[in-house]
């Protein structure tokens, strides 16, 4: 096998495994949109959140989309949904404001700051902040973009806005001792046809690699051997018999 063909069928090889990730990827895509939404939102599961401190962040939320403002509507990334229940007695409060403004309310609070979530197995790692109580109540602060607090189950809906933002848990009165059972949801119309194009670009990719590594390997057929030819070089051609009508009887 000559090295030309070597290197198609490895080339084929490779865009076949390539096709195979754009298949699981919109496969993935595709479950997820059609059986972990509600009521419209991607949802993750219910998980436990909590410190010993006055309240819990997720800070350095950036949003920008670099002008492309028709990105933020119901139709591709419109809402975000949080919900939360305190398992206790207090009251529970969750809110969404500017980063600059959280931070001035709570920089002198003891909290702590949620630096990376896994979900399977789900883990928290958590970034402590010494400091005091706080000043005041969260629900006596104005800046908030979206908030909600009470007992039982409670929600906020966010329509997002490009900026830097921060989520806030806190109990309602200010005290130490955070703990909350919260899922995040999200508004992701656009992922059901990201999945659609992962798909067909799967499909294309894999039949085509598969059609490439096909003809590489395939075996040539032989030339055909060329005619024979009656008076070819070097060959001498066999005399002819006698046409014995022809022959003359010779005298008696």
């Known amino acids: 096998m000559s090295a030309g063909r070597v290197i198609l069928i490895v080339l084929g090889s490779i865009g076949v495994l390539f096709g195979l990730a754009l298949l699981a990827g919109g ?14 939102y991607l949802t993750t599961p219910t998980e436990r ?9 997720r ?12 990105v933020l509507n119901d139709s591709w990334f419109g809402k975000i949904r949080i919900r939360g229940e305190s398992p206790g007695a207090k009251t529970l409060f969750m809110g969404i404001g500017p980063e600059a403004d959280v ?5 002198t609070v003891a909290h702590a700051n949620v630096e990376d979530i896994d979900f399977d197995p789900f883990r928290v790692t958590y970034l402590p902040v ?5 000043q005041g ?3 006596d602060q104005r800046f908030w973009a979206a908030s909600a607090s009470g007992v039982g189950t409670q929600t906020v809906t966010w329509k997002v806005r490009e900026g830097d933002w921060s989520v806030v848990l806190m109990n309602a009165d200010g005290s130490r001792g955070v703990a909350a059972d919260i899922d995040l949801g999200a508004k992701l119309s656009f992922l059901l046809w990201v999945a659609i194009g992962l798909l067909i670009g799967g499909v294309l990719v894999v039949g085509g690699s598969t059609a490439l590594i096909v003809l590489a390997a395939r075996t040539p057929r032989p030339p055909p051997a060329p005619p024979t030819e009656g008076r070819g070089s070097g060959s001498t051609p066999a005399p002819e018999a006698p046409d014995r009508s022809t022959e003359e009887t010779p005298p008696g």
């Open 130 to 134: 010494t400091g005091g109580a706080p």
């Open 103 to 107: 931070a001035k309310y709570l920089g």
């Open 27 to 40: 496969g993935f895509l595709l479950w997820a949109d059609r059986t972990q939404r509600e009521d419209g």
């Open 59 to 70: 800070t350095r939320l950036e949003v920008d989309t670099d002008g492309a403002g028709w």
């Open 137 to 139: 109540p969260p629900t």
């Open 49 to 57: 959140f909590a410190t010993p401190t006055y309240g819990l962040t």
